[in-house]
């Protein structure tokens, strides 16, 4: 995994990598989760296959879930495979653009006072132009998620390394770099 820093706003590094997002050293995990608690797939497959149920357990444990709601479940690498402490999920039903959820997401983990979060290429995939009319929407508004929190928090942000990880997708990892480099 190669860290590319796509840009530096204030005191924020913004990076888009390759990778499995369950490996990366990081505080936690920011990943989307329906209200359904269909929580099967993607980044949700990949937490459970290196720690189980424990994270999603703590978010079924607070349904009935609303769009947007935040929830961070609470864990340490040392009891799985993963390298991620924490997991925060936003309630995403696409009933609201992704920078809303984006911007949730990084509230909740910036009230936690992580210093750095991974996001993984949330409506990129199987989302993708779900709510948003097409990948060049959705990177656009990804990155006025993070611009909206920057501009909200400023040098009040801990988060310091906001990173996202996309699987293996070259196309993917190019869009968002250079979607996440206009931000300023």
């Known amino acids: ?3 590319d820093l796509a840009t530096k706003v204030g005191n924020t590094e913004l990076y888009v990598v390759k990778g499995d997002i369950t490996k990366i050293p990081t ?9 359904g608690g269909m929580w099967f797939g993607g980044v949700d497959g990949a937490i459970q296959r290196v720690a189980g149920n424990y994270y999603h357990n703590q978010a079924m444990a607070k349904m009935p879930l609303s769009n947007l709601q935040t929830i961070v479940a609470k864990g340490n690498r040392e009891n799985h495979l993963g390298n991620f402490n924490d997991v925060v999920f936003v309630v995403d039903d ?3 653009p992704v920078n809303e959820v984006i911007y949730n997401g990084l ?3 910036n009230d936690e006072g992580y210093e750095k979060i991974l996001f993984p290429a949330v409506r990129m995939g199987v989302m993708a132009g779900v709510f948003e009319k097409d990948v060049s929407e959705t990177v656009t508004k990804i990155a006025d998620g993070v611009k909206t929190f920057i501009r909200d928090y400023g040098p009040q942000s801990k988060l310091k390394d906001l990173t996202f990880v996309v699987y293996s997708d070259p196309t993917t990892i190019k869009q968002l770099g250079n979607g996440l480099r206009l931000i300023e």
């Open 27 to 35: 505080d936690a995990i920011m990943t989307a989760i329906n209200s």
């Open 107 to 109: 509230k909740a983990a």
């Open 94 to 96: 696409l009933e609201s």
């Open 1 to 3: 995994m190669a860290n």
